[in-house]
């Protein structure tokens, strides 16, 4: 009988447990979170943690042909605007890369910076959250607007700081009578032409911010399979491995005009041929690319080991429309076809493709 008793009492207080007792909202911080900034964060240059590495996105943009607005509109929509700190977790690294006139070996990280969280809620509740036991809030939140005025400064999307009218020129006067004011309130004097001449210097520096080209350069080739090798292997551009998640975002028209990869639609693999049967094809598959001996050799010789490759993921906005003269629409999806394979002979599996919505507006060539 007391049995029976001590085993309702066991139930019956089960029950109330299980009834009243709410799961916990505290959340697991990653390994190498900063949990307190300034202390543990670089807040002057970058907001990356100081010990420990979370996740990079790095974003290729290929400018090698000049782009048209809805182009740079569409790249800055789908990953370079606030897409990028929605899609983002905090204290992620986001950097910058160039296809150009440049050879892959000389392009470097463009806007290495971290994504600064936002400050907003609880720490314990979420990683965007005050730490109120050793940060404070204002201080969080200047930190994060500071990393968005970077990203528009870089992008020029400025309506991430509320400045949709702004260019690059009127918003570095303003930037520069701010800072002449404080001094002029300090009891400093200028002349008008000392206040020209710090306004037009405050232009010309924050114009080499700009990630866009001001001038596009014709190149002697297109470089994109360089550049994606180039960021994958070499350290400089700090996105190895040690990156527990690592995206890769490439925005191109995937072109590639090199000595050893030629996919140009007027004299290299993908340009129109007509079969036997009278079907029109533009490029070939993957096995046809690899009968030419220095393609095959060349893509051998610089293929990623498993280690370059670990925590990767591939997302492509490819650029399909016919802009440079040297593309066709038609060729599109056999030139997708063509790079996936390129990316499975790379050991790259995880790959993602956003296509440019057709534009109401016709090419000029």
């Given at each position: 009988?007391?049995?029976?008793?001590?085993?309702?009492?066991?139930?019956?207080?089960?029950?109330?447990?299980?009834?009243?007792?709410?799961?916990?909202?505290?959340?697991?911080?990653?390994?190498?979170?900063?949990?307190?900034?300034?202390?543990?964060?670089?807040?002057?240059?970058?907001?990356?943690?100081?010990?420990?590495?979370?996740?990079?996105?790095?974003?290729?943009?290929?400018?090698?042909?000049?782009?048209?607005?809805?182009?740079?509109?569409?790249?800055?929509?789908?990953?370079?605007?606030?897409?990028?700190?929605?899609?983002?977790?905090?204290?992620?690294?986001?950097?910058?890369?160039?296809?150009?006139?440049?050879?892959?070996?000389?392009q470097k990280a463009f806007f290495a910076t971290c994504r600064m969280k936002t400050g907003i809620g609880k720490f314990k509740e979420t990683l965007e959250g005050t730490n109120r036991v050793c940060e404070g809030k204002k201080r969080i939140q200047k930190y994060f607007n500071e990393f968005k005025i970077k990203l528009a400064l870089a992008t020029g999307d400025f309506a991430l700081i509320g400045e949709e009218n702004e260019t690059y020129d009127t918003l570095a006067e303003k930037l520069a009578l701010q800072v002449i004011n404080i001094h002029i309130s300090n009891g400093v004097e200028f002349t008008e032409q000392e206040i020209k001449d710090y306004i037009d210097e405050y232009k010309k520096e924050v114009n080499k911010l700009r990630f866009f080209p001001i001038r596009h350069v014709d190149p002697k080739g297109s470089y994109i399979y360089e550049t994606m090798i180039e960021v994958l292997r070499t350290s400089s551009f700090d996105f190895t491995n040690k990156y527990p998640e690592r995206e890769l975002i490439i925005a191109s028209d995937l072109v590639q005009i090199s000595d050893k990869i030629n996919l140009s639609h007027k004299t290299g693999y993908c340009k129109l041929k007509i079969l036997i049967t009278e079907e029109k094809r533009y490029c070939g598959t993957f096995d046809g690319l690899l009968k030419n001996k220095t393609t095959r050799d060349y893509l051998e010789a610089t293929k990623l080991n498993k280690e370059q490759l670990e925590n990767l993921k591939v997302k492509v906005l490819f650029l399909n429309h016919n802009y440079s003269c040297e593309t066709s629409p038609k060729a599109a999806k056999s030139l997708q076809l063509l790079w996936d394979e390129l990316f499975s002979y790379q050991g790259i599996d995880n790959v993602e493709w956003e296509w440019q919505l057709d534009p109401n507006v016709k090419p000029t060539c």
């Amino acid at each position: 009988m007391h049995f029976r008793k001590y085993l309702f009492y066991f139930f019956y207080v089960f029950f109330l447990i299980c009834l009243f007792t709410k799961p916990s909202l505290s959340l697991t911080i990653p390994k190498g979170y900063p949990e307190c900034a300034p202390k543990d964060i670089d807040e002057k240059k970058t907001f990356c943690p100081l010990e420990g590495r979370l996740g990079h996105k790095l974003i290729i943009v290929d400018f090698t042909t000049k782009l048209q607005k809805f182009q740079t509109d569409s790249i800055i929509d789908s990953a370079l605007g606030i897409s990028l700190i929605e899609d983002t977790k905090p204290y992620h690294k986001v950097s910058f890369v160039r296809i150009d006139h440049k050879s892959a070996s000389e392009q470097k990280a463009f806007f290495a910076t971290c994504r600064m969280k936002t400050g907003i809620g609880k720490f314990k509740e979420t990683l965007e959250g005050t730490n109120r036991v050793c940060e404070g809030k204002k201080r969080i939140q200047k930190y994060f607007n500071e990393f968005k005025i970077k990203l528009a400064l870089a992008t020029g999307d400025f309506a991430l700081i509320g400045e949709e009218n702004e260019t690059y020129d009127t918003l570095a006067e303003k930037l520069a009578l701010q800072v002449i004011n404080i001094h002029i309130s300090n009891g400093v004097e200028f002349t008008e032409q000392e206040i020209k001449d710090y306004i037009d210097e405050y232009k010309k520096e924050v114009n080499k911010l700009r990630f866009f080209p001001i001038r596009h350069v014709d190149p002697k080739g297109s470089y994109i399979y360089e550049t994606m090798i180039e960021v994958l292997r070499t350290s400089s551009f700090d996105f190895t491995n040690k990156y527990p998640e690592r995206e890769l975002i490439i925005a191109s028209d995937l072109v590639q005009i090199s000595d050893k990869i030629n996919l140009s639609h007027k004299t290299g693999y993908c340009k129109l041929k007509i079969l036997i049967t009278e079907e029109k094809r533009y490029c070939g598959t993957f096995d046809g690319l690899l009968k030419n001996k220095t393609t095959r050799d060349y893509l051998e010789a610089t293929k990623l080991n498993k280690e370059q490759l670990e925590n990767l993921k591939v997302k492509v906005l490819f650029l399909n429309h016919n802009y440079s003269c040297e593309t066709s629409p038609k060729a599109a999806k056999s030139l997708q076809l063509l790079w996936d394979e390129l990316f499975s002979y790379q050991g790259i599996d995880n790959v993602e493709w956003e296509w440019q919505l057709d534009p109401n507006v016709k090419p000029t060539c």
